[in-house]
């Protein structure tokens, strides 16, 4: 609920810094390791929107993988949760390089 909380704080800040009414389309970009459940955020999107900026506005959200660079043998690969081994070496000393960002991406306003 608080994340939903801040996007509407955000989208409340940028309408007062560019005027518009309300959002209509709202982009989310949230990685495979960011650790938010998509469905609860939907769930909470639909209890906070109402009698806001928001109310009425499509949620779209992008999932990116995730991704990390492996230490002992320095190859990229894609991730499915932090904890995962990389799958060419075995290793589990993995940098996390994406994946874990969540941000608004884009909106229509009007």
Same mark, same amino acid.
């Given at each position: 609920? *608080? $994340?939903?909380? *801040? +996007?509407?704080?955000?989208?409340?800040?940028?309408?007062?810094?560019?005027?518009?009414?309300?959002?209509?389309? $709202?982009?989310?970009?949230?990685?495979?390791?960011?650790?938010?459940? +998509?469905?609860? $955020?939907?769930?909470?999107?639909?209890?906070?929107? !109402?009698n806001t900026i928001l109310a009425g506005?499509?949620?779209?959200?992008?999932? !990116?993988?995730?991704?990390?660079?492996?230490? !002992?043998?320095?190859?990229?690969?894609?991730?499915?949760?932090?904890? *995962?081994?990389?799958?060419?070496?075995?290793?589990?000393?993995?940098?996390?390089?994406?994946?874990?960002?969540?941000?608004?991406?884009?909106?229509?306003?009007?």
């Open positions: 609920m *608080s $994340l939903c909380e *801040s +996007i509407l704080q955000i989208v409340e800040a940028e309408a007062a810094r560019e005027p518009f009414m309300r959002v209509t389309w $709202l982009q989310l970009e949230i990685g495979a390791l960011a650790g938010v459940e +998509i469905d609860a $955020l939907r769930f909470c999107f639909e209890a906070v929107a !109402p506005a499509e949620l779209d959200i992008v999932e !990116p993988p995730g991704e990390a660079r492996c230490v !002992p043998c320095d190859k990229t690969v894609l991730l499915t949760d932090r904890y *995962s081994c990389c799958p060419h070496c075995g290793a589990y000393g993995l940098q996390v390089t994406g994946g874990d960002q969540m941000r608004i991406k884009a909106m229509e306003v009007e």
